[in-house]
């Protein structure tokens, strides 16, 4: 992936100001601050295995979503995080990055519903439980035709197994991450009835 001047500068500044943020707000956690960059180059591994409209799950401090939206302007990248002080720093960030495709959304995933996004959507996350809590809470989400959930996970995958019936892994994709030992896949998980 070529990333242009600007873009490197805006990923700079997003590493600072989790940075900052992260000593009052509890962003990642105090032996992750030393590997942000590690994180950044995770995120980026998955932009092109992914469409033009994504919801980032538990965003947190912004992972994947907004090293995904500073590398591809052209996507449209919603941050769902339920906890104020998280969404707080997502908005502040994405207001001071001036990432206008980004839409910062403060709410609890089991409230939201399909019909307030557009279709279709690929709804991502890195670190938010098991495959089985996490299609609970996006019920509301996956029931829409051509709404996919995606689980970065480490390899071999752990609970896959035990997603709910009407659900289906529909495929597993290995994840480059440029000479790195260890090794991540991107689980994609359907719902059967649409």
Do not use: C
């Not at 998955?46 to 995904?68: E, K, Q, T, W, Y």
């Amino acid at each position: 992936m070529i990333i242009s001047k600007k873009q490197k500068q805006q990923l700079d500044r997003f590493e600072e100001l989790l940075l900052l943020w992260n000593k009052t707000h509890n962003l990642i956690s105090k032996s992750q601050t030393t590997s942000i960059k590690e994180h950044i180059e995770d995120s980026l591994s998955i932009a092109h295995l992914l469409g033009r409209n994504v919801m980032d799950l538990g965003s947190g401090g912004g992972f994947p979503g907004i090293p995904i939206a500073i590398t591809n302007p052209k996507k449209r990248i919603f941050l769902v995080e339920r906890k104020q002080s998280k969404a707080a720093f997502l908005l502040n960030t994405t207001t001071q990055l001036e990432l206008e495709n980004i839409q910062v959304v403060n709410q609890d995933s089991k409230k939201l519903s399909s019909d307030n996004f557009p279709s279709p959507l690929e709804i991502v996350t890195r670190a938010f439980g098991s495959p089985y809590k996490t299609i609970e809470a996006t019920k509301g989400l996956l029931g829409a035709p051509k709404n996919h959930l995606k689980l970065m996970k480490t390899h071999p995958p752990r609970g896959i197994e035990g997603i709910p019936e009407n659900y289906q892994v529909e495929k597993i994709e290995e994840i480059d991450l440029k000479g790195k030992d260890k090794r991540r896949i991107l689980v994609t998980i359907t719902n059967k009835k649409t």
